[in-house]
């Protein structure tokens, strides 16, 4: 009897496109790592016969997975920490302006608005303390929920310059 394995290549694709339909199911990414580490023990284990190398190969990829999406989640929040940051910096004293941003993957987007409420300058640079919302769905009148923070100018240009909350304050934007 000949068993044959599945190309590397096409098993890397089928399990990256298992963990995005999984992703994309799911309320968030959060749970991911510990689908692909089940997915990929007992795959390991069926075809090695050994649960033990099953169990190993399981919980080292439920870690990189949860270390990947970690790292994916920082970055889309980033961008919209530098939208806000951006549209705070551009706006004056008491002026309203919207703020954007859509992903090419349809996660972690979002919009609203920003106010700025204040100008102050301090030894290192000139910053602007802003409300902003962050709108809960694309209909006009959906819920918004405000939010304060505080976006400084950089060489470079405004930059988020609120610290991080220990705990969930304005959800997917943490």
């Given at each position: 009897?000949?068993?044959?394995?599945?190309?590397?290549?096409?098993?890397?694709?089928?399990?990256?496109?298992?963990?995005?339909?999984?992703?994309?199911?799911?309320?968030?990414?959060?749970?991911?790592g510990?689908?692909?580490?089940?997915?990929?023990?007992?795959?390991?284990?069926?075809?090695?016969?050994?649960?033990?190398?099953?169990?190993?190969?399981?919980?080292?990829?439920?870690?990189?997975?949860?270390?990947?999406?970690?790292?994916?989640?920082?970055?889309?929040?980033?961008?919209?920490?530098?939208?806000?940051?951006?549209?705070?910096?551009?706006?004056?004293?008491?002026?309203?302006?919207?703020?954007k941003?859509?992903?090419?993957?349809?996660?972690?987007?979002?919009?609203?608005?920003?106010?700025?409420?204040?100008?102050?300058?301090?030894?290192?640079a000139?910053?602007?303390?802003?409300?902003?919302?962050?709108?809960?769905?694309?209909e006009?009148?959906?819920?918004a929920?405000?939010?304060?923070?505080?976006?400084?100018?950089q060489?470079e240009?405004?930059?988020?310059?609120?610290?991080?909350?220990?705990?969930?304050?304005?959800?997917?934007?943490?």
């Amino acid at each position: 009897m000949t068993v044959r394995l599945m190309n590397p290549a096409a098993l890397r694709l089928a399990l990256l496109a298992a963990v995005a339909a999984a992703c994309a199911a799911m309320s968030g990414c959060a749970s991911i790592g510990a689908a692909a580490g089940a997915v990929a023990g007992v795959a390991t284990g069926a075809v090695t016969t050994n649960p033990a190398i099953g169990f190993g190969v399981g919980i080292a990829v439920q870690a990189a997975t949860d270390e990947a999406v970690k790292r994916v989640s920082k970055s889309l929040h980033t961008d919209q920490q530098m939208a806000i940051a951006a549209t705070a910096g551009d706006s004056a004293v008491g002026e309203t302006r919207p703020w954007k941003v859509k992903h090419t993957l349809p996660i972690e987007n979002g919009h609203g608005d920003v106010r700025v409420l204040r100008v102050f300058d301090n030894a290192l640079a000139s910053c602007k303390e802003f409300a902003f919302s962050v709108a809960d769905g694309d209909e006009p009148n959906a819920h918004a929920d405000w939010f304060l923070a505080t976006t400084c100018k950089q060489s470079e240009g405004w930059k988020w310059a609120s610290a991080e909350p220990a705990v969930e304050r304005w959800g997917t934007l943490q």
